[in-house]
């Protein structure tokens, strides 16, 4: 069988996030997912996902489970990781829906990096102009920590992305499931940011509502990457399952659905090439991460 | 890659420039394009050699054969992939999925699983559920083996996969099933017993631990003249069902290696014990080309995402995804239900009723024909503007539905709605959200608006 193996040109550089003690690596393949017998597959992440304040968009079941913590993000996340085990923290800032001063936000952030002892992901709202506004004072207060920062749009990733680069920080690009949009943002982004500090975010949908759309966007983005060779799509991919697979009709009717979801379409995407997926709950990160490594 | 006409015609009579026109066309070079495109067989023309008629064969053959399981509308049909990757073109033929049972099975175990095959899905206008059931011997003995067929079959047209290490129960089994096309299980110990015994027809899986070992046994399969042939190369794990499924598809596809060149089996019954991981290297299946995928029981909540993935997974990328367009009712939609229009792409579907049936209040949702582009799109090429969005309001008589005049337009297209106001004389436009999230929070605050209205 020696004969069908491939060896490919492309290959995506190891990404570290964290600070020294606390540090993970990902990414790092030569070769498609799980493809173990031909090269070196990439290492992946488990996220569970947190937000800096009382998660109102959540379904009640998971609200109930995370009763405990989810008034304090710091021992949310705390309980994540040591607790349910979580391999990096996906902090998203909700607090910016009430328009809190970004300084207050930024500070809120930081307490939580200090607070585990894995990287840490924050995640805006995907409005431009709220995120330009936040991010970058996040950057600076957590000057150094090495988080990864995002979402970074077409239209302002020259605000969010200087100030990263700035303080050290990795980013999150956003596009709308296109590989063409991935490209030119990766491009844009290339020209003053290190294309290996970029996780690219090609958006997500659950199993039953789009899932063949994100799995072929993120398989044709990491083929670009390893098979043809594309150093402009030489970058990690996140998976945002957490959300797209709890906001579906099934997870809100019954939470035992809502984990069936999140971990079918986590499984689909990381067969289609995601580094890092977020997860909202533990039981389906056991039941993912039992797989996987 | 189909074999071209110009190929094709360098092995006709003469290197093709015969041109007797017996075979009903006017030339050679006319043959060899409609054996093509499969539009006639190769019996048609009386001047062909024994060897040229197999060298065309061979050529004409798809690298990975088509094999049927099972028979009449509950059939399985696997195999004849053209692509690695499904954006390349699409996948073909979803998988079949199978539960399995053994003849040493409690009788309510049996009559539990039996009443799962009967379980359907309904979606995108088609109706999918579990093909299969998977057999197994762990008595020993050939009679009691023999009973489960029978009764099996007396009670379900689901397709049978038989599986048995002992000779005699295999074919005492496949004789009394053989109208109904069986898949029939060999290993390299027992198929000497049992292949000259099967018709020519039959299909055979060669079950195997390693791609080595399978490629060998089906080599042997083919020389004993059997074609349809389905592989089990074993897979235990997720890295190994990735790596099996791979270096079979692009054995087949890329190298032409003809033992590898059938459709695959994948027994996640056997690779694992727990239900939640059998249930997730299944989903894996689906993803990486399995053509049969064997459990060992599954939940009302498996059953239905595992047959959503696989929809999923085998959705054409070259044709949108449309719902009927008509208008839809939800949460006991009345004379008072809000009214939502939108485009009839199954996503925007889904997601917009999703999140309606989340809201638990009544509406009726229109969904205009657009042929299957999203809002957007749809708005941009014409085909979601003010007067189709009026025609589909009055060819449905929404005026008759309720008692308010009020219609609600997609977030994205709030430009519409002047047009639209001038379109329908009478009715208020409103604009709801862009993200079908918003819409709970958008129908609660439309109802509460209405109530102190009124
Ligand atoms: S019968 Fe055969 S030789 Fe004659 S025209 Fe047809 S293909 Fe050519």
């Known amino acids: 069988m020696g004969k069908f193996l491939e060896k490919y040109p492309g290959e995506i550089k ?113 409005e431009k102009e709220k995120d330009a506004a936040v991010l970058p004072v996040v950057a600076s207060v957590c000057s150094g920590m090495n988080l990864l920062l995002g979402p970074v749009l077409k239209d302002n990733c020259q605000e969010i992305a200087a100030a990263a680069l700035e303080h050290g920080h990795a980013v ?59 150093k402009t799509l030489q970058s990690p991919l996140i998976a945002r399952v957490g959300k797209e697979a709890w906001k579906t009709k099934e997870a809100v009717q019954d939470a035992g659905k809502g984990v069936l979801w999140e971990t079918a379409t986590a499984f689909t995407l990381l067969l289609a090439g995601a580094d890092i997926v977020t997860l909202r709950h533990p039981e389906s990160l056991q039941r993912v991460r039992a797989l996987v490594h | 890659m189909p074999a071209k006409a110009s190929d094709i015609q360098k092995l006709l009579p003469e290197s093709g420039k015969k041109n007797c026109k017996e075979c009903g066309l006017a030339t050679c070079f006319a043959f ?53 990757f499904r954006h390349q073109k699409t996948f073909l033929r979803p998988p079949g999925l199978a539960l399995q049972m053994a003849d040493t099975d409690s009788e309510e175990a ?48 689901a397709g049978l996969i038989l599986l048995a290490d002992n000779a005699d129960c295999l074919l005492l089994a496949y004789e009394a099933s053989k109208a109904r096309n069986p898949l029939v299980c060999v290993t390299a110990d027992n198929y000497l017993q049992v292949a000259s015994r099967l018709d020519k027809s039959a299909a055979v899986c060669a079950r195997a631990a390693g791609l080595e070992a399978a490629a060998d046994l089906a080599g042997k399969l083919l020389e004993l003249g059997l074609e349809n042939l389905v592989l089990d190369p074993g897979s235990a794990s997720l890295a190994d069902l990735v790596r099996d499924q791979t270096m079979i598809r692009r054995a087949a596809l890329q190298h032409k290696f003809r033992p590898l060149g059938f459709p695959t089996i994948f027994f996640a019954a056997a690779a694992a014990s727990d239900p939640d991981r059998q249930l997730l290297l299944a989903v894996a299946g689906i993803a990486k080309y399995a053509g ?24 054409d990328p070259r044709v949108a995804p449309t719902v009927e367009s008509k208008v839809y009712s939800f949460n006991e939609a009345d004379q008072s239900a809000a009214v939502l229009v939108t485009t009839n792409f199954a996503l925007t579907y889904y997601a917009v009723a999703g999140e309606t049936e989340n809201s638990k209040l009544p509406v009726y949702l ?37 008692t308010h005049k009020q219609l609600v337009l997609p977030g994205y297209v709030a430009r519409l709605k002047g047009e639209l106001e001038d379109e ?31």
């Open chain 2, 424 to 454: 329908l004389p009478g009715w208020e436009i409103l604009v709801g959200p862009r993200e079908a999230a918003d819409l709970p929070k958008f129908l609660q605050e439309l109802k509460k608006r209405r109530d102190s209205a009124a």
């Open chain 1, 14 to 126: 190891e990404l570290r996030l964290g600070t020294e003690g606390k540090q993970a690596v990902l990414g790092g393949q030569n070769t498609l997912p799980f493809h173990f017998f031909e090269g070196r597959p990439g290492k992946l992440k488990l996220a569970l996902e947190v937000t800096d304040s009382e998660p109102s968009d959540w379904t009640p079941a998971l609200q109930e489970f995370y009763a405990d913590v989810k008034s304090s993000p710091v021992e949310w996340a705390r309980k994540c990781v040591d607790v349910f085990g979580a391999e990096m923290i996906f902090l998203s800032l909700n607090s910016m829906e009430k328009d809190l001063p970004a300084a207050e936000i930024a500070a809120g952030v930081k307490r939580v990096a200090e607070a585990v002892r894995v990287p840490l992901a924050v995640f805006g709202l995907g």
């Open chain 2, 110 to 157: 049996v009559a539990a699983k039996l009443a799962k095959l009967a379980w359907q899905m309904e979606r995108l206008e088609k109706v999918s559920r579990f093909d299969l059931v998977a057999l197994k011997c762990s008595s020993g003995d050939s009679k009691r083996y023999a009973a489960l067929v029978q009764r099996v079959m007396a009670e379900t047209d």
């Open chain 1, 172 to 230: 999150i690009a956003q596009i709308p499931m296109d590989i063409n949009l991935a490209k030119d943002l990766n491009i844009r982004l290339g020209k003053f940011f290190p294309l290996d500090r970029v996780v690219i975010d090609p958006l997500t949908c659950a199993v039953g509502y789009g899932l063949e759309y994100a799995f072929s966007t993120m398989e044709r983005i990491r083929l670009s990457a390893v098979v043809h060779d594309d």
């Open chain 2, 292 to 315: 049969i995928i064997v459990l060992d029981d599954v939940s009302p909540e498996a059953f239905q995402v595992l047959l959503m993935a696989r929809q999923d997974i085998y959705t």
């Open chain 2, 32 to 84: 060899a394009m409609k054996v093509a495109n499969a539009g006639i067989s190769l019996e048609k023309c009386t001047y062909l050699s024994a060897e040229s008629k197999a060298q065309l064969e061979d050529m004409l053959r798809p690298p990975i054969s088509l094999v049927t399981i099972g028979q009449g509308a509950r059939a399985v049909v696997i195999g004849d992939e053209e692509v690695m």
């Open chain 2, 366 to 402: 229109l969904c205009q024909d657009t042929g299957g582009l999203c809002v957007l799109a749809a708005w941009s090429t014409g085909k979601f503007v003010p007067e189709t969005i009026a025609e589909m309001v009055k060819k449905q008589a929404v005026a008759d539905k309720v």
